[in-house]
């Protein structure tokens, strides 16, 4: 991934599925101003965090400091997740990354390499993930605009996209009317949360992904992954790149054949833009 974009790295990963929620986020941005009592606000907003996780009724197990600004919280909770990331991200600072038994969404500023030394990724033990590096055209440089996002306020689903919305103000609009939140100008989250909102109705995840390429308009290829499945959808014109390896035990997605090549020595194959606009992988 690493030769892709300087700007900024995400990685959405997933771990055996635990009885604890995880919950990833983060109360500040590197390109806040660090003055002299900015760990002491930070050790607050942490403080805070975890009071308002016993306050909805959370059992917390732990929280953990993962940079100078990003957590790990794990806890036991059985009520609805749209109530407690709000009330957590009433913390003035906080952003909720990923909620989830499995789902882990961690990004920040650099390139691959460096985000994942950062958060000691080669330590992760999972089944499976998606990545993303970004050069920034259209946003600021920041954790905001970077790439996987969680489905908010939908359980261990993220999305990583390459493209643009042209009706990325419409859909939005239509959705902050629904109640939704969103952190970012980015249109790639308009992704996650249109097909959270569908599978928070019930539909299946290939049913929602079909749907979006009635209702979004622009170019673009997204991959979509849950707890034990991974989807990919692209616009009718199929203009922007994907390439596809399915082995026996495995499937792999990338935007550039090197990004496969990098991880498999055997040749591989290219998929074919024309053939399906949509496919969905089980575990």
Not at 26 to 45: G, T, V
Not at 154 to 168: E, I, K, P, R
Request: aromatic fraction near 8%; glycine fraction near 6%.
């Amino acid at each position: 991934m690493k030769h892709r974009g300087p700007d900024s790295a995400g990685y959405a990963l997933y771990g055996e599925p635990s009885e604890m929620l995880v919950m990833r986020f983060k109360l500040a941005d590197p390109n806040d101003s660090q003055d002299f009592d900015f760990s002491e606000r930070l050790e607050r907003s942490r403080r805070e965090v975890e009071s308002r996780l016993s306050k909805i009724g959370a059992n917390v197990d732990r929280v953990q400091s993962e940079s100078a600004y990003a957590y790990r919280a794990t806890f036991r909770y059985e009520g609805e997740l749209k109530p407690l990331a709000d009330y957590v991200e009433n913390i003035p600072g906080c952003e909720v990354l990923s909620l989830g038994h499995s789902l882990e969404i961690v990004k920040d500023l650099g390139d691959a390499r460096t985000v994942s030394d950062t958060y000691k990724l080669d330590d992760f033990r999972g089944t499976h993930g998606i990545g993303h590096v970004r050069m920034a055209t259209e946003s600021d440089v920041d954790i905001a605009g970077a790439h996987p996002y969680w489905a908010y306020p939908f359980s261990d689903v993220a999305v990583v996209h390459n493209g643009q919305l042209t009706n990325y103000h419409q859909w939005r609009r239509r959705l902050e009317r629904s109640g939704h939140r969103f952190q970012s100008e980015c249109d790639s989250e308009i992704i996650a949360v249109y097909l959270a909102e569908r599978l928070a109705a019930g539909m299946s995840l290939d049913s929602a992904m079909k749907e979006s390429l009635d209702d979004l308009d622009g170019v673009f290829t997204y991959l979509v992954v849950t707890e034990d499945s991974l989807g990919m959808a692209k616009d009718e014109m199929a203009a922007k790149p994907l390439v596809l390896h399915e082995g026996e035990n495995m499937v792999a997605l990338a935007s550039e054949e090197s990004a496969i090549r990098a991880i498999l020595p055997q040749e591989i194959d290219s998929y074919d833009p024309y053939e399906r606009e949509v496919m969905v992988w089980s575990r």
